[in-house]
C-alpha cells in the first residue's frame, strides 16, 4: 500500500476504494505502523507547535502531544472493537479486521486536518476535517462490515454517538493528568 496514494483515494474517490479497502488484510501492526502511526502523528506535532506558538511551557506541550499520539492508537483500537460489535446489531457481519480499517482509513480526513492546530485560531476548521471522517466511515459500513444499506445510516449514527464518547474519555485522560502536574 502506498500511503500518499492511499490518502488520496480515499479522501477523493471514497466510494471506489471501500471495496478495494475491503479485500485487504486487517492486521492490526501493518495497519498501527503504516498508516495510523504516520497519520496520527499530523495533529499531535502541529498540536505541540501550536500550544507553544500561544506560549504553552515546552515540557506541558510536549507530554500533550505524546499523550494525544498514544491515546489515537488507543481511540483507534476501541472504535474498531465497538464497531465490530455493533455489526450484528444492523445486520452486519462480526469482523474485526475490517472494523479495524474502516476506522483507521475513514479517520483520514480528521487526521490531516489536525494541520489546522498549527495556527490554534483556525484549529476549528479541523472539525470540519472530521466531519468529512464521518461521511467516510457512513460510506464505509456497508462495504466493510455488510450492513445493509437500510441499516447503515443508523449504524454510522450509533458508531458516531460511541465515538463521541470514546473521544470524551480520552480527551480527559490528558486532562487529568495535567491537573496533577
Given amino acids: 500500500m502506498n500511503l500518499v496514494a492511499r490518502v488520496q483515494a480515499i479522501l477523493l474517490k471514497p466510494k471506489t476504494e471501500w471495496p478495494v479497502i475491503e ?5 492490526v501492526g501493518f495497519l498501527f505502523t503504516n498508516y495510523v502511526a504516520i497519520l496520527a502523528a499530523i495533529p499531535a506535532v502541529c498540536g505541540f507547535v501550536g500550544l507553544l506558538i ?39 457481519q462480526k469482523n474485526f479486521g475490517n472494523a479495524l480499517k474502516l476506522v483507521v482509513y475513514s479517520s483520514t480526513a480528521a ?5 489546522f492546530s498549527l495556527i490554534p485560531a483556525i484549529a476549528i476548521l479541523g472539525l470540519l476535517c472530521a466531519l ?10 456497508p462495504v466493510l462490515m ?19 464518547v470514546v473521544s470524551i474519555v480520552i480527551a480527559a485522560i490528558p486532562a487529568m493528568l495535567f491537573l496533577r502536574l
Fill in 23 to 27: 479485500r485487504e488484510p486487517g492486521d
Fill in 111 to 115: 487526521w490531516l486536518g489536525g494541520v
Fill in 132 to 141: 468529512y471522517s464521518l461521511y467516510l466511515l457512513y460510506l464505509g459500513i
Fill in 54 to 92: 500561544i506560549g504553552a511551557p515546552l515540557f506541558s506541550g510536549l507530554l500533550s502531544a505524546i499523550l494525544n499520539y498514544v491515546l489515537a492508537f488507543v481511540g483507534v483500537y476501541v472504535m474498531a472493537l465497538i464497531i465490530d460489535a455493533l455489526a450484528p446489531s444492523f445486520n452486519g
Fill in 146 to 164: 455488510k450492513s445493509p444499506d437500510d441499516k447503515s445510516l443508523i449504524y454510522t449514527v450509533v458508531a458516531v454517538i460511541c465515538a463521541i
